[in-house]
């Protein structure tokens, strides 16, 4: 997704211009979908889902436009780093604003993970002096994104993840369409900038956001803040394979230990136990006599 926004971004979209036509096609294709498997947007709408739209428009619209905005004068590397001291932050909010206690287990593999990134991204920075614009835009970031998934792991669980994931992004679509609307909207020039920004609307987009809605209230913030961190593996992978970057050991070692942070952290992670359901004198007592007990008594 930052590879594809900064080919955007040459082609003359503003970052406000590029994630509203992002969400108003991702939201398309969410509909679409939605509506052919006979889901019911409206209702839910009415049931309440207008509050997982102004969470979208306020909290999801705030961190991304602090990461989009960051990259563009910061150096991707320290953006990416700053965004994902994330987990950190969302172990912390869990603990100080809703009063969960912190695993030992779960901190440990956060500095492993934060150690990991350190090392992946560390080598592509290049020493130069920090772009002060683009550090206040960056900072915010991951005290925004915790917010964001704090309230987000508690009020998805009661919608479908595709009513999650519209809701989400026909909140940020509307901000963002605000913003165009006062800075300007731009258009994609040609056939190839609107199929890249097709792309990162239903790829990075639609299904990613579906996904988000999914895992996010079943594995909980803290969880998912530290198995998401994957991406950071997928970065590495993507560069190797499909950029032909180079694999130092400062980044074979980062990501060893993020997948180490991971595995810990999943494999830690206590099974729900299965609801054995009323002991039979319960059940007995909770049923109607039968026919025949009723003759003998």
């Known amino acids: 997704m ?4 900064l080919h955007l971004y040459a082609d003359g979209l503003s970052a406000p211009s590029m994630l509203f036509w992002r969400y108003i096609l991702a939201l398309l294709a969410l ?18 889902a207008w509050r997982v739209a102004l969470v979208g428009a306020t909290l999801g619209a705030a961190q991304t436009i602090c990461f989009w905005e960051s990259i563009k004068t910061l150096e991707t590397s320290i953006a990416v780093l700053l965004f994902y001291t994330y987990p950190a932050v969302t172990l912390a909010l869990d603990r100080i604003v809703f009063k969960q206690p912190i695993r030992p287990r779960a901190l440990f593999c956060i500095v492993v993970i934060l150690l990991g990134a350190a090392l992946v991204t560390g080598p592509d920075l290049r020493g130069g002096t920090i772009d002060l ?16 998934l704090a309230i987000n792991s508690r009020l998805l669980r ?3 993840p595709l009513i999650g994931a519209a809701g989400l ?32 609307a239903v790829g990075p987009g639609a299904l990613t956001m579906t996904l988000f809605s999914y895992s996010v209230p079943r594995l909980g913030a803290p969880s998912f803040a ?30 060893a230990l993020i997948v180490a942070g991971i595995l810990v952290h999943a494999l830690s992670r206590k099974a729900p136990r299965p609801d054995p359901g009323p002991s039979p004198v319960a059940a007995l007592r909770a049923s109607p006599p039968s026919p025949a007990v009723r003759e003998r008594g």
């Open 169 to 200: 992004f026909g909140g940020m679509a509307v901000t963002f369409g605000l913003a165009a609307g006062v800075l300007g909207l731009d258009v994609p020039s040609d056939s190839a900038t609107w199929l890249l920004v097709l792309f990162v």
């Open 2 to 5: 930052p590879l594809a926004a």
């Open 226 to 255: 530290i198995l998401a961190n994957t991406e950071l593996v997928t970065v590495v992978a993507i560069g190797v394979l499909v950029l032909g970057e180079a694999m130092t050991p400062s980044r074979a070692i980062g990501g």
């Open 133 to 148: 614009r683009g550090l206040a835009w960056a900072l915010p970031g991951p005290l925004i994104y915790s917010f964001y």
């Open 158 to 160: 009661r919608y479908p």
């Open 31 to 48: 509909s679409a979908v939605g509506a052919a498997i006979g889901l019911d947007f409206r209702q839910a709408w009415r049931q309440g």
